[in-house]
């Protein structure tokens, strides 16, 4: 009998036996749990619109898994002999409030509010917080502090500042040479720091009563970080399908690009779709502004602004006209977002906010600690913008 005879009528290929194009020996592989109760906050309390449209907040195979790290607020002394029903139903209803913006007493006391589970808790994208002008708030909480937060104590400081929940124009400080007769050869000259005004280029709208709207977001707020790249299909709500998903979090994999070209040897992090507007166009940073007051307490301006640039805010002009941004995508990159995006079953009117991966760019003058958190592998082969990539994930070592 010919050898030929032997073989099976259909052979699979390397990528479709491996999920990948690259033969990788090694694969960590661990089983998370989609976090129900936190897409129940991301879509306004509706369990209905969780199973309704389930296909816009499942984890998809081949997305990119974010786990759910510590969380911003901090939690009331009197919850700690409350029944945790109650509690998460507090938390979920908005009823409970953390810190003086939110009418509450502030212990200092980090309580864990995830129930005891055997899996991770995980999501891949964040609902429909931009589908409501309120609940943009908390995506323009997120991007403030993935851009300015340089440090513990200063991450600490823009928590306390979300929760004081206080209106404030926008407004940085610039370093100046101080007036007067000029220095003596050698001598350090003199420097003031002047407040420059940006109007029109804040992070946060007063929506009235001066406040930022910030602090009744803060029940949902976490230090989002990368757990890998999932295997199969997970659903939001168990009404729906089964909640559970295989993520890979260690090993050799190709995955889809984001907004910015990655090069080999490029260590690469994930970023939210809503950012792209805080980085150039080469995936570095915008540049850093002091917003920093002599008491430690942030201002209020958008992480896109730009000194001397045409547009001073994200999507408004000085004047607070809707603007376009700052640099657009090729239309070959256009072409292939719009090609992976057919994989969503999304509506052209709502944009499902996933994460995706770039290079990450070192900042020695104003490193930016949540872009480092969010590091998680190494990229082994270039690729352009929403291209597939070949990436080392190292996320069972780190």
């Given at each position: 009998?010919?050898?030929?005879?032997?073989?099976?009528?259909?052979?699979?290929?390397?990528?479709?036996?491996?999920?990948?194009r690259l033969d990788s020996a090694c694969k960590h592989i661990q089983q998370c749990r989609?976090?129900?109760?936190?897409?129940?906050?991301?879509?306004?309390?509706?369990?209905?619109?969780?199973?309704?449209?389930?296909?816009?907040?499942?984890?998809?195979?081949?997305?990119?898994?974010?786990?759910?790290?510590?969380?911003?607020?901090?939690?009331?002394?009197?919850?700690?002999?409350?029944?945790?029903?109650?509690?998460?139903?507090?938390?979920?209803?908005?009823?409970?409030?953390?810190?003086?913006?939110?009418?509450?007493?502030?212990?200092?006391?980090?309580?864990?509010?995830?129930?005891?589970?055997?899996?991770?808790?995980?999501?891949?994208?964040?609902?429909?917080?931009?589908?409501?002008?309120?609940?943009?708030?908390?995506?323009?909480?997120?991007?403030?502090?993935?851009?300015?937060?340089?440090?513990?104590?200063?991450?600490?400081?823009?928590?306390?500042?979300?929760?004081?929940?206080?209106?404030?124009?926008?407004?940085?400080?610039?370093?100046?040479?101080?007036?007067?007769?000029?220095?003596?050869?050698?001598?350090?000259?003199?420097?003031?720091?002047?407040?420059?005004?940006?109007?029109?280029?804040?992070?946060?709208?007063?929506?009235?009563?001066?406040?930022?709207?910030?602090?009744?977001?803060?029940?949902?707020?976490?230090?989002?970080?990368?757990?890998?790249?999932?295997?199969?299909?997970?659903?939001?709500?168990?009404?729906?399908?089964?909640?559970?998903?295989?993520?890979?979090?260690?090993g050799l994999r190709t995955v889809m690009n984001?907004?910015?070209?990655?090069?080999?040897?490029?260590?690469?992090?994930?970023?939210?779709?809503?950012?792209?507007?805080?980085?150039?166009?080469?995936?570095?940073?915008?540049?850093?502004?002091?917003?920093?007051?002599?008491?430690?307490?942030?201002?209020?301006?958008?992480?896109?602004?730009?000194?001397?640039?045409?547009?001073?805010?994200?999507?408004?002009?000085?004047?607070?006209?809707?603007?376009?941004?700052?640099?657009?995508?090729?239309?070959?990159?256009?072409?292939?977002?719009?090609?992976?995006?057919?994989?969503?079953?999304?509506?052209?009117?709502?944009?499902?906010?996933?994460?995706?991966?770039?290079?990450?760019?070192?900042?020695?003058?104003?490193?930016?600690?949540?872009?480092?958190?969010?590091?998680?592998?190494?990229?082994?082969?270039?690729?352009?913008?929403?291209?597939?990539?070949?990436?080392?994930?190292?996320?069972?070592?780190?």
């Amino acid at each position: 009998m010919a050898s030929s005879d032997y073989l099976l009528p259909f052979q699979p290929s390397l990528a479709q036996a491996t999920n990948t194009r690259l033969d990788s020996a090694c694969k960590h592989i661990q089983q998370c749990r989609i976090a129900t109760d936190d897409m129940m906050s991301f879509v306004h309390g509706d369990a209905e619109e969780l199973q309704r449209n389930k296909y816009r907040y499942c984890i998809h195979k081949d997305e990119l898994v974010v786990g759910l790290g510590r969380p911003w607020y901090v939690c009331l002394s009197i919850c700690l002999i409350l029944s945790f029903f109650f509690v998460s139903l507090a938390f979920r209803e908005g009823l409970i409030f953390l810190g003086r913006g939110g009418g509450g007493w502030d212990t200092g006391t980090v309580v864990k509010r995830t129930s005891n589970s055997a899996y991770p808790k995980v999501i891949s994208n964040l609902g429909g917080l931009m589908d409501r002008g309120d609940t943009r708030v908390a995506i323009h909480m997120i991007r403030f502090m993935n851009h300015f937060a340089r440090s513990i104590p200063e991450r600490q400081a823009i928590i306390q500042y979300f929760k004081d929940d206080v209106y404030a124009p926008a407004m940085f400080y610039q370093t100046i040479l101080a007036a007067g007769p000029a220095p003596a050869a050698g001598a350090v000259p003199p420097v003031v720091r002047v407040a420059v005004q940006t109007p029109g280029a804040e992070a946060f709208r007063n929506e009235g009563g001066q406040r930022l709207q910030t602090a009744k977001h803060m029940r949902y707020m976490y230090d989002y970080f990368t757990v890998g790249f999932a295997n199969t299909l997970g659903y939001a709500h168990a009404n729906t399908g089964d909640t559970m998903t295989s993520v890979m979090i260690g090993g050799l994999r190709t995955v889809m690009n984001g907004d910015f070209e990655i090069f080999a040897g490029d260590l690469v992090q994930f970023y939210w779709t809503f950012e792209r507007d805080d980085f150039e166009q080469d995936g570095r940073r915008k540049p850093y502004l002091d917003i920093w007051e002599a008491n430690g307490r942030p201002n209020n301006v958008d992480p896109s602004f730009t000194v001397g640039a045409q547009t001073t805010g994200r999507k408004r002009n000085a004047a607070g006209q809707e603007i376009q941004p700052t640099w657009s995508t090729p239309n070959d990159a256009q072409i292939r977002q719009a090609h992976y995006n057919l994989s969503y079953g999304q509506r052209a009117d709502k944009q499902k906010i996933v994460a995706k991966i770039k290079p990450y760019f070192r900042d020695d003058a104003n490193p930016r600690l949540m872009d480092w958190y969010r590091v998680f592998g190494v990229a082994i082969a270039s690729a352009r913008p929403n291209e597939m990539c070949d990436i080392k994930i190292a996320r069972q070592s780190m």
